[in-house]
């Protein structure tokens, strides 16, 4: 007659499938939350990029096209851009501002901005405030589209209207992950008649 327990070689092979189970579970738990981390911290360096990306289109979108007898304000070069936009509520200028779109020297991309003002001030100018895009930019390239012939993207604006285009890279030093396409974005405001 038998008994009714485990012999000593079933108890052993279940606590090696069990050990053999847990530790592929463990693995498998390593593995995800190490993705996990990995996922957060890509996400999280396109978040700046994301962001900077739909902030420099609305900028450039929501550009003032000037009115008649009065050209917009606009001046480009290949490396910074000063024009008057309508900045987002909550940067403390409500209405019009000037900006200034400029590589800082320490490769922070960086959004200086103050009040335009339609008259002469009989004070002191308004203090100018800045806000950092971006860190850690090598280069900024800006090239125009201009509304009328010859096509083609320029190096610099000045001209008396809006330019059709505006193409901003930001390019970063070689061995930084972050890669982002350039930013093409069209003044969408007619001139006022």
């Not at 929501?62 to 940067?91: H, K, N, T, Y």
């Not at 400029?102 to 960086?110: C, F, I, N, S």
Request: net charge positive; glycine share 8%; hydrophobic share 50%.
């Amino acid at each position: 007659m038998r008994s009714k327990g485990f012999t000593l070689l079933e108890v052993l092979v279940a606590l090696a499938v069990l050990a053999l189970l847990s530790g592929l579970l463990a693995a498998g738990v390593r593995l995800v939350l190490r993705v996990r981390g990995t996922e957060a911290r890509v996400l999280h360096r396109h978040d700046d990029l994301d962001a900077t990306d739909r902030a420099l289109r609305a900028l450039v979108g929501g550009m003032e096209p000037g009115a008649v007898g009065a050209p917009p304000l606009i001046a480009g070069s290949a490396d910074r851009l000063a024009f008057s936009a309508v900045l987002p509520q909550g940067a403390g200028i409500p209405g019009v501002a000037d900006l200034l779109l400029a590589l800082a020297p320490d490769h922070r991309l960086v959004l200086r901005y103050t009040p335009h003002r339609h008259v002469r001030l009989l004070g002191p100018s308004p203090p100018v405030r800045e806000a950092t895009l971006l860190d850690g930019v090598a280069r900024l390239d800006l090239a125009y589209w201009p509304r009328t012939p010859p096509w083609g993207w320029l190096g610099t604006w000045d001209g008396p209207l809006l330019p059709a285009l505006v193409r901003i890279r930001i390019v970063f030093a070689p061995d930084d992950p972050r890669h982002w396409p350039a930013i093409v974005a069209a003044p969408m405001r007619a001139p006022a008649p």
